[in-house]
Nanobody
Framework: QLQLVESGGGLVQPGGSLRLSCAAS????????IGWFRQAPGKEREGVAFISTSGADTNYADSVKGRFTISRDNAKNAAYLQMNSLKPEDTAVYYCAAAQKVSGRLSSLGPYEYDYWGQGTQVTVSS
């Protein structure tokens, strides 16, 4: 069964940090590009970060650039999202997704080219 499972979400104060993990099972993640997305209540799903299969290419939404870092460990079949300097507006359900192919940097942060999705992990930033 092909599956992505996110973990590491929770409640954190503004300015704090969290590290999200995305574990793959049933398939080899090293053949897939990875994206992290988020969706806040009443809002559309937003692409946050992207990493290519080798890890050589990354892309970030302007809203998180300089605060979030995406990484992957193909040996562990996993990907990560390190989130620092968190703000209340970062509150959302965070999803990881895997795509065999993305057609460009713009589409890397769009949801349409991703083949597999996790069920999400809640991140709440509040004092």
């Amino acid at each position: 069964q092909l599956q992505l499972v996110e973990s590491g979400g929770g409640l954190v104060q503004p300015g704090g940090s969290l590290r999200l993990s995305c574990a793959a099972s049933g398939f080899a993640l090293n053949y897939y590009n990875i994206g992290w997305f988020r969706q806040a209540p009443g809002k559309e799903r937003e692409g946050v970060a992207f990493i290519s299969t080798s890890g050589a290419d990354t892309n970030y939404a302007d809203s998180v650039k300089g605060r979030f870092t995406i990484s992957r460990d193909n040996a562990k079949n996993a990907a990560y999202l390190q989130m620092n300097s968190l703000k209340p507006e970062d509150t959302a359900v965070y999803y990881c997704a895997a795509a065999q192919k993305v057609s460009g940097r713009l589409s890397s942060l769009g949801p349409y080219e991703y083949d597999y999705w996790g069920q999400g992990t809640q991140v709440t930033v509040s004092s």
